[in-house]
């Protein structure tokens, strides 16, 4: 009964950790195998009877009869007189089976048996929680606000399993308090020693494409297939939709009359601004949709570096670099080729690249980032613009102006 008592006080971790009892009970003798190794040295002769569905347990040492005084190895072997108080019959040479109360086995060993049955219960509900969210790396999920930290937002689920929230995952005009519901997918689960840490994202572009299944039946039904997603999160957006079914206008049906489709999108997102484009293998026409709402005159592909040359009217410009260069940036993206802006009728324009012996590389590099390529093209628009859009310096951008303008002043 010893035994019994002992289990049932054990076996409370099972009802904590929605262990089921059979996997307690192997988990039971794998721990106690640990202990008798501990305390005896050695635990093959030793055989530990487990009843799941009594919750029991019994363990027998296994010891060879020797004669009084000439036992070598107490843990394998017994003297004679030790085993006569168990069976008075036994004789020299015989196995002994003896019972081993787990009371006997001392307060220190049983506090040791308490604390590995934790670690171990502790483990096996970590690689769990692991593997099962492991399994839903990229699935659109919902957790509740536990903690808030400068760096990180703490999340609890409905089962109570611990989700992280860094900052930089965060859409920037994302505002939470302590009981929140917040949306976003699990973007990484790893191990960390023997604790899993799931990563929650609300910037990655998974996100944005499993809100387009949540909202558009299409998307969900797999009429409409998302093609590619990029997104600068909080600000604006670009997805490739495309269908099979020649009937159905996968930008309109993802839009919806008059944006009501797609307006939830956008509220979750922080108002980002989303241009759905409709997909194409022609990939001059996908870079001409890319790039809307600029009109493009014409473009010069080169396949061997990925970079693409587009021509439009001055007027144009803007509307294809966008704000801060947020449009040309998301339209390189979503083809995979580098940008470069040009304006038409420009020819005593002068590319940036000829003032690389005044002005430093990176520097004409930031201004490229946000389809600034040429004097002209960056002595059109205000230093305070160009300070936004470029993340520069003031000093740096007023140096840069004045040698262009010391260029054409010539």
């Known amino acids: ?129 692991f593997k099962q969210y492991k399994d839903r790396e990229g699935d659109l999920y919902t957790a509740e606000v536990h903690h808030i930290r400068s760096r990180e937002i703490i999340l609890l689920d409905d089962e109570g399993n611990e989700l992280i929230l860094p900052k930089d995952r965060q859409i920037p005009s994302d505002f939470f308090r302590k009981g929140d519901n917040v949306r976003g997918v699990i973007e990484s689960v790893e191990l960390r020693g023997n604790k899993p840490r799931i990563i929650f994202s609300r910037t990655a572009p998974g996100f944005l494409e499993k809100l387009f299944e949540q909202e558009i039946p299409e998307v969900f039904d797999g009429l409409i297939t998302i093609k590619k997603a990029v997104r600068i999160p909080g600000e604006k957006a670009k997805v490739a939709v495309d269908s099979y079914d020649d009937r159905i206008d996968p930008v309109g049906a993802c839009v919806g009359m008059k944006g009501s489709r797609i307006h939830s999108i956008v509220r979750e997102l922080g108002n980002e601004n989303i241009d759905v484009i409709n997909y194409t293998n022609n990939l001059q026409l996908f870079i001409t949709r890319a790039l809307s709402p600029a009109k493009i005159n014409s473009l010069k592909i080169n396949e061997e570096n990925k970079t693409v040359e587009v021509t439009l009217n001055p007027e144009e410009v803007s509307k294809a670099i966008g704000k801060g260069g947020s449009n040309i940036r998301l339209a390189g993206k979503l083809t995979g080729y580098e940008i470069d802006v040009y304006r038409e009728g420009m020819e005593e324009d002068v590319e940036l690249r000829e003032f690389s012996d005044e002005i430093d590389s990176w520097v004409i590099d930031e201004f490229k980032k946000v389809g600034l390529d040429t004097a002209k093209s960056v002595l059109e628009l205000e230093a305070e613009d160009l300070i936004k859009r470029t993340d520069l310096e003031e000093e740096t951008v007023k140096d840069v102006i004045r040698i262009l303008k010391e260029e054409f002043e010539e």
């Open 1 to 129: 009964m010893e035994n019994l008592a002992l289990i049932e006080s054990f076996a409370d971790f099972k009802d904590e950790k929605l262990i089921d009892r059979v996997t307690l009970m192997v988990i039971l003798e794998d721990v106690f195998r640990s202990t008798l190794r501990r305390k005896f040295g050695d635990d093959e002769n030793f055989d530990i009877i487990i009843n799941p569905d009594k919750g029991d347990l019994e363990i027998w040492r296994n010891r060879v009869v020797v004669k009084d005084n000439e036992v070598e190895d107490p843990n394998q072997e017994i003297e004679l007189t030790e085993a006569r108080k168990i069976e008075p019959d036994f004789e020299v040479g015989e196995d002994v089976s003896e019972e081993v109360k787990l009371i006997d086995l001392g307060r220190r060993t049983i506090q040791y048996l308490r604390q590995s049955l934790v670690a171990k219960i502790f483990e096996h509900d970590s690689n769990n929680i």
